[in-house]
């Protein structure tokens, strides 16, 4: 089993849909959870933190279960501009920087 | 541009030749990544540095690959006599401190292209 899986997609929506992503990650002592996002040959870029009591950015709301080992990004009121590759990160050791990144759900937002 | 600085951006050698990669983290960050990401692929972690250390080089093959941070000046990934599946997008990250909980933030990245 890989260390942190991801639906690959392509998820494709309509603008201003509501879009859900999941990941799903095999090490139980993991720590630190993060969502990423990179367009086409750029990048990753800090999309925010999960914390445990789950956390909302705007239109963007990140869930963990630790029981279930499963983390969720919720996007509403998907803009034109939220195409990208997601990526979901776990960090495998509290003690360091041991991050380990999902292969990336990509999503394009159709007019 | 206080983030994270990498260069080149795009680097083009001939198969035997060396490739260097420089990275410069951000302002106050001491830690440095790299991971490499192949065409259609996810980011895979390299090694991970501090000053004049190396942490983890878990991610890095043995041969013709090594990576240095330096007390002064960037951090170098050295790729000697590259071949073509060298070929990739190398990416640089920072972070503040070692930490689980610090996220870390990614320079734009060298292209790195063996003909």
């Known amino acids: 089993r890989k260390e942190v899986e991801q639906d690959p997609g392509p998820f494709n929506v309509p603008e201003g849909a509501t879009v859900a992503f999941n990941c799903t990650y095999s090490n139980s002592a993991s720590q630190s959870f993060f969502w990423y996002r990179q367009d086409c040959r750029k990048e990753p870029k800090l999309l925010m933190s999960?914390?445990?009591s789950g956390n909302e950015d705007g239109r963007f709301t990140a869930q963990l279960n630790r029981a279930s080992q499963y983390i969720s990004l919720l996007i509403r009121d998907s803009k034109l501009s939220d195409s990208a590759t997601y990526l979901c990160v776990v960090n495998g050791d509290n003690y360091g920087q041991n991050f380990v990144f999902g292969p990336g759900t990509r999503l394009s937002v159709l007019p | 541009n206080a983030g994270v600085m990498q260069n080149p951006r795009h680097l083009v050698r001939r198969r035997g030749q060396e490739a260097r990669l420089r990275c410069s983290p951000m302002k106050g960050h001491s830690h440095v990544y790299w991971y490499r990401q192949l065409p259609e692929e996810g980011l895979k972690f390299m090694v991970y540095?501090?000053?004049?250390?190396?942490?983890?080089e878990s991610g890095m093959p043995k041969e013709r690959f090594s990576a240095e941070f330096p007390k002064e000046g960037p951090s170098i990934l050295r790729i000697q006599q590259v071949v073509r599946g060298d070929s990739a997008a190398y990416f640089c990250a920072s972070s503040r401190g070692g930490q689980g909980n610090q996220p870390q933030h990614f320079g734009d990245g060298t292209r790195l292209s063996i003909l």
């Open positions: 540095l501090q000053k004049e250390n190396i942490i983890d």
């Open positions: 999960v914390y445990s």
